[in-house]
């Protein structure tokens, strides 16, 4: 018989810890079910609501109008108890080019551009030959809901439509006034009223050719071709928050080992203590990677998810947060002393860090000292890679620093886990 | 094969080993007995290589343990207390996985895992997760696991808790295989009978001492042909050790607490002789007790306590 090499029982380590996996319903359930179930009951139930609260929905305004109608519709919208209004940033005042970069930024995910010619396209008077449009560009982070930024872009149209009505009523009665006169007699009603639609269909509401109209654009830089749905923007929360309860199997496993003394057992073996680690280590990060598969793979098939521009940039990411998961298994391993240690600070540990990182909760509608505590969980810079890939458009480059700090989050759960890991 | 000399092991100011030395020739069965909480565990943990000893030197065939752990491993299977198997695994998936651990592969692997299914007759339950197994056979397949790579020292930490009288004389039968084989074996025990039908010699210990330490024979012969302990009100009890030293067929008297213990060649002769001597000393017998000589009797004699109390 040869010498037992490291590869080999790596190798086995891996193989036995895999084998145990697929004999356990349970842990494959909670694996590859349970994140996928979030998904669904969760994009349902949220489906009309990503904001909420007492706490307004803040959004940016710029305003470029040369008159006062953009002023008067802003006037309106801030009637809105619900819309907290931001026309300065630091004091001064907002340009398209700062609102972008708010955005980018993540300080803020939604900004409303109305145009210099804005007041002139809805003062225009009916009948001219040659009509105005001016363009209302409302900005919004991909990541947004369509559930969220709907009802602005509908609430805004309402506000334009009014203030366009009322901006054109006088001039259409200039309007009606020289077309009809000298007093017509009783007789003429008919002709008048008929000149009356068509002054209201053709000049004063615009008809198909509306003096003003409303687009929704992503901010420089993110190639967003579709818009995403709810399920492209709760894959990626629910994918982070089912991939760390690998820190309840691996842990779990760990105190098993230690508990049916296996792991003394191997310790008599002629194998390392990091052969073990390893072997105990590899198997879960390998289920982590196949849970991200199997959840992408069906996300794909059952909700139409796409995955960016960049594969490279997924598998970066998917790569990093499943180190994360795995070295907080490890961390949790070494902390825990009995399985009702384990049940508690597991729960409490993922369902804190899922909530805190935006795993449930989109971290826009936090308060900013919450959105700053959020910071400092894997899941809010998981979720923002991700988002920043499958929803925003970004690539492989701009993801690279969320992956440097993934990574060394998982450096930080492994150094602290490893020191304090025990096997008996 | 083994030699532990001064072996000292502390928690805290705890010696839970305290100072012993003992040798084991190679392919001698050699057991420790002891009550739970005697040491013995811990004295087979450092063997196996798991604990470091705080004093005094352990080799085995001339390497240290805690040195060259590396060298000491490939040479010796451990079979712990626990059943250390995974329990949703099969039985051919466990001992895979073990002699796998040992650089067993291919055809090699496949053979090896079968002789032992066959070893400890398990091959018709080979592919069946151990936790449906019953007590005797998670015992013996822990015992394979243990002998997997064909180990020359084997530590078999109470292998017959919890087992069956049939899994029981399995073991017992196949331990003297091992024997047969010419393997030095560990074993660690407080049933007193398991002792004396497998160990060459034995070492009692008790508080991480070791008490005595000979073969089961010489042992019991400390006893002659029995033992009397006799309960007696304590201010009797010098003066009945003094007179029993003087009757027929005595070999040893003496006295612990309020008890005389009698070493006897003769114990039927002996006991009348003894109930006149308590009665002469005015001395009321509160109990009395007559002990055939084994080894679980010389743990009595030497501690004043049962193995199992």
Redesign the interface.
């Known amino acids: ?5 490291m590869l ?2 790596i ?3 891996t ?2 810890d895999l ?2 996996f697929v ?2 319903p349970a842990a494959l359930i909670l694996t590859f079910l349970q994140p996928l179930m979030f998904i669904l009951i969760m994009s349902y139930a949220l489906s009309g609501l990503y904001g909420g609260g007492d706490r307004p929905i803040r959004f940016l305004i710029v305003n470029q109008d040369q008159g006062r109608q953009a002023a008067a519709v802003i006037k309106d919208m801030q009637t809105i108890k619900s819309f907290a209004l931001e026309t300065t940033w630091k004091d001064a005042p907002l340009s398209r080019q700062s609102a972008e970069r708010l955005i980018i930024e993540g300080k803020r995910n939604l900004a409303v551009i109305f145009p210099a010619d804005f007041s002139a396209a809805l003062e225009q008077g009916p009948g001219m030959q040659e009509r105005r449009t001016a363009k209302v560009i409302v900005i919004a982070d991909p990541a947004l809901s369509s559930q969220f930024v709907d009802p602005i872009m509908g609430t805004l149209n309402g506000f334009i439509e009014r203030r366009s009505f009322m901006a054109m009523v006088p001039k259409g009665i200039d309007y009606l006034y020289e077309a009809s006169s000298p007093v017509k007699p009783r007789n003429d009603r008919d002709a008048f009223k008929a000149q009356a639609e068509r002054a209201m269909e053709g000049g004063l509401s615009g008809k198909e050719n509306k003096p003003v109209t409303l687009e929704q654009v992503s901010p420089p830089g993110m190639h967003v071709e579709k818009r995403p749905n709810a399920f492209q923007q709760n894959v990626p929360g629910y994918t982070i928050y089912g991939i760390f309860w690998i820190v309840s199997l691996l842990a779990g496993s760990v105190l098993r080992e230690k508990r ?3 792991f ?8 390392g203590r990091a052969v073990m680690l390893i072997g105990k280590l590899l198997p879960f990060y390998m289920i982590n990677l196949m849970q991200l598969i199997f959840i992408f793979a069906l996300s794909k098939l059952l909700f139409g998810m796409t995955f960016g521009h960049s594969v490279a940039g997924v598998v970066a990411v998917s790569l990093a947060v499943s180190a994360c998961a795995t070295g907080l298994g490890i961390f949790v391993a070494a902390v825990a002393r009995t399985e009702a240690q384990l049940g508690g600070l597991t729960v409490l540990l993922l369902l804190g860090l899922s909530a805190l990182g935006g795993c449930f909760v989109p971290r826009f509608v936090m308060p900013s000292w919450l959105k700053a505590v959020g910071l400092a969980t894997p899941h809010a810079w998981a979720l923002d890679a991700y988002q920043d890939l499958l929803v925003r458009g970004y690539g492989f480059a701009e993801v690279l620093p969320k992956v440097g700090v993934l990574a060394a989050f998982a450096v930080l759960f492994f150094v602290i886990g490893v020191w304090r890991f025990r096997f ?1 | 094969m083994i030699d532990v000399r001064g072996l000292i092991k502390r928690y805290g100011s705890n010696a839970v080993v305290n100072n012993i030395s003992f040798s084991v020739a190679e392919g001698e069965i050699f057991g420790l007995l002891g009550p739970n909480g005697a040491g013995k565990t811990t004295v087979i943990s450092i063997l ?3 604990l470091h000893p705080d004093g005094g030197a352990v080799s085995i065939s001339g390497y240290d343990v805690t040195r060259q752990a ?1 060298r000491v ?2 040479m ?1 299977g ?1 079979v ?10 099969s039985a051919f ?1 466990n001992l895979s ?2 002699a ?6 291919g055809k ?1 692997l496949s053979d090896k895992v079968e002789s032992s299914l066959d070893m400890v007759d398990l091959r018709n339950r080979a592919h069946d ?1 151990v936790q449906t197994f019953s007590g005797g056979m998670k015992r013996r397949l822990n015992i394979a ?2 002998l997997i ?1 064909d180990p020359r020292v084997l530590f078999l930490d109470e292998p017959t808790v919890a087992v069956d009288p049939q899994s029981r004389n399995f073991i017992f039968e196949h331990v003297e295989k091992l024997k047969r084989a010419g393997m030095t074996i560990l074993y660690t025990t407080h049933y007193m009978e398991e002792a004396e039908r497998l160990c060459d010699r034995v070492a009692i210990m008790d508080h991480g001492e070791i008490l005595a330490l000979d073969t089961p024979k010489k042992l019991i012969g400390l006893l002659a042909s029995g033992l009397i302990r006799v309960k007696l009100p304590s201010d009797k009890v010098p003066v009945v050790a003094a007179g029993a030293r003087d009757l027929p067929h005595v070999r040893e008297a003496s006295s612990q607490d309020d008890v005389v213990k009698i070493v006897t060649d003769d114990p039927l002769s002996t006991l009348p002789a003894l109930i006149r001597l308590c009665d002469a000393r005015s001395a009321a017998m509160l109990s009395l007790e007559m002990l055939e000589p084994n080894l679980e009797t010389v743990f009595l004699h030497l501690t004043g306590k049962r193995l199992r109390e």
């Open positions: 018989m040869k010498g037992p090499s080999n029982q190798c086995a380590l193989i036995k084998r145990i004999k356990d049916e003394g296996t003394r057992r191997l310790l008599i073996a002629p194998m008996e | 196996a290589t798991l590396n491993k490939p010796i451990f712990p207390q626990d059943l250390a198997l995974y329990p949703t695994l998936d996985f073990f796998r651990i040992y650089g067993f592969k090699a997760a696991a243990g790579h």
